[in-house]
């Protein structure tokens, strides 16, 4: 038996939020941003977001140009907010560790049937946020197809290891050297987040969308931040795949943060060598599918262990098995999108433990060859549109989403699916032309709600006095009666209206939809 190393690390979830208990309501509103000065000490450091056209102070750090993101040191926030410009304000927060040192050897690859099928060459690329990688090492020392993306460091706490190990996990090369990876010939992309504060995870993910398209390992937790859920967004919504551990804290009530709580995340469980839920790993209803996080054979850079290998456990583990996997599944299927290749994953997945959907494995342990081979989902393209910044112009994305009609477009069927813990809310635009009505059929394949809002609503989750200001008309009927609801333009000019469709409190976990619309004069 090899010594352990001296801290085989699981970057862990580090804050509570909301009991996943809430999410069988209606889906929440996103968390609010933080506005205005917040107690943020001239030592610390704050995460802001500025408006278009606005210049940060001297010894701001651009973190996302897309978003306008900067780090600002704390003693320099009071000047910036003075001038003006600012929209966000959040303070930069750190991750925490979790020890969960254990040995053995790579029993997981014929369970997740990485063993049946032959993994591709280079194709769809993996992308790993974490402590960097050792290039030094035996696994990483000329390997083909290893792109760094910015600095890394070897030096920068007693935790970087982590990056290596979740690296060889997800992408160790077939060199007769220690370790497989699930994908061996992946093209690997190594960010490192250094001090793993929101703000690198924001750096981070701007680096990797600016590179490309790719699957996104993530096997650490923050706290929950608007600004981060941002750039996760923008992420997906530009062609990539983001993976998520789901935390190691089962014995404290399983809570659960950024990212593995947010929309369009695939969180991973942990399981070990009898396909039991591990002790040590997070249940909530955002787990998505489980794969093996007990005793996980890694590289681990010299410095940390002469031996260059050992074991390690933890749902840090677990993810990038899954990330390895998914981007095998996505180069082998390129014809699918993110959206497709995001539902594979789950859909394929072997169920454990009770029938169907559960909190400890979500949808069940990875299966690479059921992913392979299953009919593939339609495509949800216009994702994420959770809400109406989502969709409008000059809101989230610089482009607005597809309308249902538009001028020229009169009539328009569009499908796509609800899921409660991914994809709650699904908001679309619709063209209304000047003394016109438009009629809107949602036929869902079980029980769905629907709002529609006007062209001056800002949020699908308004309430009171703002909601019934802004909502044109609601649908709520129950089952699969398909939910009818119109628009009418008496002016002379055409507007956009929004349409929002929705899984009802104490409904359903997930549901298929058609949206029917027509124009008429009366």
């Known amino acids: 038996m090899r010594p352990l190393i001296r801290a085989v690390g699981v970057l862990?979830?580090?804050?509570?939020?909301?009991?996943?208990?809430?999410?069988?309501?209606?889906?929440?509103?996103?968390?609010?941003?933080?506005?205005?000065?917040?107690?943020?000490?001239?030592?610390?450091?704050?995460?802001?977001?500025?408006?278009?056209?606005?210049?940060?102070?001297?010894?701001?750090?651009?973190l996302s140009r897309r978003l306008r993101i900067w780090r600002v040191p704390g003693r320099l926030l009071p000047a910036l907010l003075a001038r003006g410009g600012v929209q966000v304000v959040e303070r930069d927060e750190p991750a925490h560790l979790s020890l969960e040192p254990l040995q053995s050897t790579e029993y997981w690859r014929p369970l997740i049937g990485a063993d049946s099928a032959v993994a591709p060459g280079p194709g769809k690329p993996i992308t790993?946020?974490?402590?960097?990688?050792?290039?030094?090492?035996?696994?990483?020392?000329?390997?083909?197809?290893t792109i760094i993306l910015g600095p890394q460091t070897l030096a920068d706490s007693g935790d970087d290891f982590h990056g290596t190990a979740v690296s060889s996990v997800a992408a160790a090369p077939e060199n007769g050297a220690g370790v497989l990876g699930v994908y061996p010939q992946a093209v690997l992309r190594s960010v490192d987040v250094r001090q793993l504060r929101t703000s690198d995870v924001i750096r981070g993910l701007s680096l990797a969308i600016e590179a490309g398209p790719s699957v996104i390992n993530m096997s650490f937790g923050v706290p929950t931040s608007q600004l981060l859920t941002d750039t996760v967004a923008v992420a997906f919504r530009t062609g990539s795949i983001l993976v998520a551990a789901a935390g190691n804290e089962r014995q404290l009530g399983t809570p659960i943060a950024a990212p593995a709580n947010l929309n369009h995340v695939l969180t991973v469980a942990a399981t070990d060598s009898q396909n039991r839920v591990a002790s040590f790993s997070s249940a909530s209803l955002q787990v998505d599918l489980a794969a093996p996080g007990v005793n996980i054979e890694a590289a681990i850079p010299r410095a940390f262990n002469p031996d260059l290998y050992d074991d390690v456990s933890g749902t840090s583990f677990s993810a990038p098995i899954v990330t390895g996997a998914t981007a095998w599944v996505w180069t082998a299927r390129p014809q699918l999108d993110q959206t497709q290749i995001f539902d594979l994953m789950r859909y394929s997945a072997t169920d454990l433990g009770q029938a169907g959907f559960d909190r400890d494995t979500g949808f069940g342990l990875l299966n690479i060859p059921g992913a392979l081979t299953i009919p593939a989902p339609p495509s949800d393209g216009q994702e994420p549109n959770d809400d109406i910044r989502d969709v409008r112009p000059n809101g989230l994305f610089r482009l607005p989403t597809t309308p249902i009609t538009s001028p020229g477009h009169a009539r328009a069927t569009v499908r796509a699916r609800l899921d409660l813990t991914e994809d709650p809310e699904d908001v679309y635009r619709v063209y209304v032309p000047p003394a016109r009505i438009v009629r809107l059929t949602i036929a869902p394949d079980t029980d769905v709600d629907v709002d529609l809002w006007k062209p001056t609503a800002t949020t699908?989750?308004?309430?009171?006095?703002?909601?019934?200001r802004n909502l044109l008309a609601t649908g709520g009927r129950h089952g699969r009666t398909p939910e009818r609801v119109s628009v009418r333009n008496r002016t002379k000019r055409g507007f956009y209206a929004y349409l929002d469709v929705y899984l009802p409190r104490n409904g359903?976990?997930?549901a298929a939809y058609t949206v029917s619309a027509a124009t008429a004069r009366r």
Request: aromatic share 2%; with cysteine.
């Open 12 to 62: 862990c979830l580090a804050s509570l939020v909301a009991a996943p208990g809430a999410l069988a309501s209606r889906a929440a509103s996103p968390p609010p941003a933080a506005r205005g000065l917040l107690s943020i000490r001239s030592g610390d450091t704050a995460i802001v977001q500025l408006e278009p056209g606005a210049s940060p102070s001297a010894g701001a750090t651009l």
């Open 128 to 145: 790993v946020l974490d402590t960097g990688i050792d290039l030094a090492h035996p696994e990483f020392a000329g390997r083909p197809n």
């Open 460 to 468: 699908v989750f308004a309430r009171g006095a703002d909601r019934v």
């Open 508 to 510: 359903p976990l997930d």
